[in-house]
C-alpha cells in the first residue's frame, strides 16, 4: 500500500506570492495534519483536518490556511509569503480524528527567496 | 507554556547500547511518541506510549512515567544506519503533536 504523498518535493518561491501544497493520506486514513520543520528544529503543528473539518490549529498566522477533500487528501495555503516561511512542510495521516499514530509523508521543501 | 527537553547530540558505538531521555511540561497529554529522522527525510514512527511503562519493540523500547514528565527511548545492539534524529512528541490534542528539537545520534564504528 502507499504511504502518505506529498506534492510537490521541492519548490522556490519568491516574497509575497502565494503557495499551495498538497497531500494525499494512506488509503483509508481520515485524519490529516500538517506541520512546519525548519531546519535544525523539530515539527511544529500547523492544522489538523478531519472528515473535511478542521479539528484543530496550530500557532500560525492568518496566512496560512488549509482544506481538506472528500476524497480526504489536503491542501496547505499560505498566502505573502515571508523568507521565515522557508521550511520542510510534511503531512501526517492517521485512521481517525482522535489520539492515534501518525504517519508522516516525505514533506515538500519550500525555499522563499 | 509547554516544553521538552532532549539532548542535542548524542554519539555512540556501533553494537553498543544507548538511552535518549526526554522530558516534558505540556497542557494536554494524550501519549508520548518517539520518530527517527533522517537527514532530509520524513519522521519514521518507532513508538508510543500512553501508559507507564515499558514498550520494547525489537532493538528498540520506550519508557513512559507520567508523574515525572519523563520518557527515554532505548536503542540496542547499535547499527551504523542508527545515526539519526530522534524526535520525542506528546500528542497534546487529537492528532496535535508537540516536538521536542530532537536529539542527534551519531553512531561511530
Known amino acids: 500500500d502507499a504511504g502518505v504523498t506529498q506534492s510537490p518535493t521541492h519548490l522556490i518561491k519568491t516574497r509575497g506570492q502565494q503557495v499551495t501544497l498538497r497531500c494525499s493520506p494512506i488509503?483509508?486514513?481520515?485524519?490529516v495534519s500538517w506541520y512546519q520543520q525548519v531546519l535544525g528544529q523539530g515539527p511544529q503543528f500547523i492544522f489538523q483536518?478531519?472528515?473535511?473539518?478542521?479539528?484543530g490549529r496550530g500557532n500560525f498566522p492568518d496566512r496560512f490556511s488549509a482544506r481538506q477533500f472528500p476524497n480526504y487528501s489536503s491542501e496547505l495555503n499560505v498566502n505573502a509569503l515571508l523568507l521565515g516561511d522557508s521550511a520542510l512542510y510534511l503531512c501526517?495521516?492517521?485512521?481517525?480524528?482522535?489520539?492515534?499514530?501518525?504517519?508522516f509523508g516525505p514533506g515538500t521543501r519550500l525555499t522563499v527567496l | 507554556g509547554q516544553n521538552i527537553d532532549q539532548p542535542t547530540e548524542m554519539t555512540a558505538t556501533e553494537g553498543a547500547i544507548v538511552q535518549i531521555n526526554c522530558t516534558y511540561q505540556?497542557?494536554?497529554?494524550?501519549?508520548l511518541f518517539w520518530y527517527q529522522q533522517h537527514a532530509g527525510e520524513a519522521p519514521t514512527f518507532l513508538s508510543y506510549?500512553?501508559?507507564?511503562g515499558l514498550e520494547e519493540k525489537g532493538r528498540f523500547s520506550s519508557f513512559l512515567s507520567r508523574s515525572k514528565g519523563y520518557s527515554y527511548l532505548l536503542l540496542k545492539e547499535l547499527q551504523m544506519k542508527d545515526s539519526a534524529s530522534y524526535l520525542c512528541?506528546?500528542?497534546?490534542?487529537?492528532?496535535?503533536?508537540?516536538f521536542g528539537t530532537g536529539t542527534r545520534l551519531t553512531v561511530i564504528p
Open positions: 501526517a495521516s492517521s485512521l481517525a480524528g482522535g489520539p492515534d499514530t501518525q504517519y
Open positions: 488509503s483509508g486514513h481520515k485524519s
Open positions: 483536518y478531519y472528515e473535511k473539518e478542521e479539528r
Open positions: 505540556t497542557s494536554g497529554f494524550n501519549g
Open positions: 506510549n500512553v501508559l507507564d
Open positions: 512528541a506528546v500528542e497534546t490534542g487529537a492528532n496535535n503533536l508537540f
